[in-house]
């Protein structure tokens, strides 16, 4: 850290509940980071970090509003209108549906794993 002492920085840490015990010893080494700089890590676990303060953010909204007929082309979103499908024969996509397949969507950003497991009540997602 010493290196980068006299510049102002911002370390971005994506993903660290991947290797969060790593991402843990990473940060404590650059705390204090220098002055103007700055250590951004996201996960979907804490850091065990002494400095650390954390945001707590919701899933990523789609681009733009959907509507009932396009609503399973957002991300995810064929997948969770698939799965609800399969606990409750004949679920459709229809003006009250929608909102709460599009919040599912946000919630779990789309990725395909978390969705699969939420559908099947498995895992931190249910």
Do not use: K
Not at 113 to 125: D, M, N, S, T, V
């Amino acid at each position: 850290m010493a290196a980068l002492a006299d510049r102002r920085l911002l370390l971005v840490l994506d993903n660290c509940e991947h290797v969060i015990d790593d991402a843990a010893r990473l940060t404590a080494a650059c705390s204090p980071p220098p002055p103007g700089s700055a250590v951004l890590a996201t996960s979907r676990e804490p850091l065990a970090s002494p400095a650390r303060r954390c945001a707590r953010s919701g899933g990523l909204p789609p681009r733009r509003a959907a509507a009932p007929e396009t609503a399973s082309r957002v991300p995810g979103g064929a997948a969770v209108t698939d799965r609800a499908a399969d606990v409750s024969p004949g679920f459709t996509l229809d003006a009250v549906t929608t909102p709460a397949v599009l919040r599912i969507c946000r919630t779990l950003d789309g990725l395909p794993l978390a969705l699969e497991l939420a559908g099947r009540g498995c895992g931190p997602y249910r």
